[in-house]
């Protein structure tokens, strides 16, 4: 399942900044893993530049998309999760979430069946 299709069943639109700043961080972080302990200083300096904007605005809207998840499909987020979360993921945690979704949708998906 593409980032994209993980962000539409959690009901986070392309009419949202977040959408797209969280498919290219999480494609950032599919890339290199260490970005995921670097959200702050990495992710959201190279999603900014990325869409000439500040990485106040890559935070802020992010965070949003995050709430609009938890508000709309928590149920779905947690399933994501692999487990409960008792309050709304942070940016990281939303962040580390998705691209371990992707790994493993990714790696059930190449696994022989048998």
Same mark, same amino acid.
Request: hydrophobic share 40%.
């Given at each position: 399942?593409?980032?994209?299709?993980?962000?539409?069943?959690?009901?986070?639109?392309?009419?949202? *900044?977040?959408?797209?700043?969280?498919?290219?961080?999480?494609?950032?972080?599919?890339?290199?893993?260490?970005?995921?302990?670097?959200?702050? *200083?990495?992710?959201?300096?190279?999603?900014?530049?990325?869409?000439?904007?500040?990485?106040? /605005?890559?935070?802020?809207?992010?965070?949003?998309?995050?709430?609009? /998840?938890?508000?709309?499909?928590?149920?779905?987020? =947690? =399933?994501?999760?692999?487990?409960?979360?008792?309050? !709304?993921?942070?940016? /990281?945690?939303?962040?580390?979430?998705?691209?371990?979704?992707? !790994?493993? /949708?990714?790696? =059930? !998906?190449?696994?022989?069946?048998?």
């Amino acid at each position: 399942m593409s980032t994209t299709e993980m962000l539409l069943r959690l009901g986070i639109t392309a009419n949202y *900044k977040g959408f797209l700043y969280l498919i290219s961080a999480v494609e950032m972080c599919l890339a290199d893993e260490e970005c995921l302990h670097l959200v702050t *200083k990495q992710v959201y300096p190279q999603v900014a530049r990325q869409y000439k904007t500040n990485w106040r /605005a890559v935070e802020r809207n992010m965070r949003k998309a995050g709430e609009i /998840a938890w508000l709309r499909q928590q149920a779905y987020l =947690e =399933e994501l999760a692999r487990g409960p979360l008792k309050q !709304r993921p942070s940016n /990281a945690q939303l962040l580390a979430i998705l691209t371990m979704a992707r !790994r493993l /949708a990714a790696g =059930e !998906r190449e696994r022989p069946a048998g």
